[in-house]
């Protein structure tokens, strides 16, 4: 049982360019260096797990804060493993200034066996901050014919602006109640994707409706997008048929929200 932390803090330097001023660890969570964009003044960050996997009785925790005018990009460089054996959870606290921008945007979740997984998010954003939030998720080791074998996966996330509740999204998967392949859940499309754009721009419905447009226009992905009720961002889901149309989706989602919030195209994950 590992009671992990990493807290990370950003701030600008007299450049514009982002810079991580403050790094806290404990095993078995750790970073790489920050890798600046060529093309603009943020950076990319990836978050590693020592131990391989997440384990069991594992208690995770992540305090990112972005001052001011941050930018930042996470990834992780490979998915999320959940091992059996207990509960396991994942909480990550993210605090964004004025005008700061996150994007995250991780590997797959893929649990294995027996595994029971909770993950918590809570985002609070400043006035003019911006957030792009990507989860993905698949069925298990399909290689391995494991497909729902696992026992629970929960994934949360809740977001405020100036501390003012925008948005709550919960989900929860039981295979042992409910198999999530019948007709009216995932079907035969079992690896699932979701994107959140948190912004206090107008216009929310105009980019739900580019998002929904490239979703139709993808091989073995089925979605939608819709502004949030809020008024204060959009939310995306997807399924697809295998890893690599999840992947496309993803990747064509992101692009398409990161234009329409910074109008630059993503970054290329170094993977």
């Not at 990493?6 to 806290?24: C, H, I, N, Q, S």
């Not at 969570?29 to 003044?41: A, D, N, Q, Y």
């Amino acid at each position: 049982m590992n009671d992990g932390l990493l807290a990370l803090r950003f701030r600008t330097d007299k450049y514009g360019r982002t810079r991580l001023v403050e790094r806290r660890q404990r095993y078995p969570m750790t970073t790489t260096g920050v890798l600046p964009f060529e093309s603009e003044s943020g950076a990319l960050i990836y978050t590693q797990n020592a131990a391989g996997s997440v384990f069991g009785g594992d208690r995770l925790h992540t305090d990112l804060h972005l001052e001011d005018d941050a930018s930042v990009c996470i990834s992780t460089p490979s998915a999320t493993r959940i091992q059996g054996n207990g509960l396991a959870a994942q909480t990550t606290h993210i605090k964004l200034g004025r005008g700061a921008f996150i994007e995250s945007i991780p590997d797959m979740i893929i649990a294995h066996p027996k595994a029971v997984y909770r993950q918590e998010t809570h985002i609070d954003l400043a006035e003019g901050a911006e957030a792009i939030l990507g989860e993905s998720i698949a069925p298990g080791r399909v290689a391995r014919g494991e497909e729902y074998v696992y026992d629970a996966v929960s994934l949360r996330l809740e977001a405020s602006f100036n501390g003012q509740p925008v948005l709550v999204d919960a989900s929860t998967f039981r295979p042992g109640e409910a198999s999530p392949a019948l007709i009216g859940a995932l079907g035969q499309a079992g690896y699932i994707g979701s994107l959140v754009i948190l912004s206090q721009k107008n216009d929310q419905e105009e980019l739900a409706t580019k998002i929904s447009a490239r979703l139709e226009e993808l091989k073995m992905v089925y979605g939608g997008a819709a502004a949030l009720a809020s008024g204060c961002g959009a939310i995306v889901r997807f399924l697809a048929d295998d890893a690599p149309a999840l992947r496309n989706a993803m990747q064509s989602v992101w692009a398409i929200a990161r234009h329409h919030v910074r109008g630059r195209p993503v970054p290329t994950l170094r993977k």
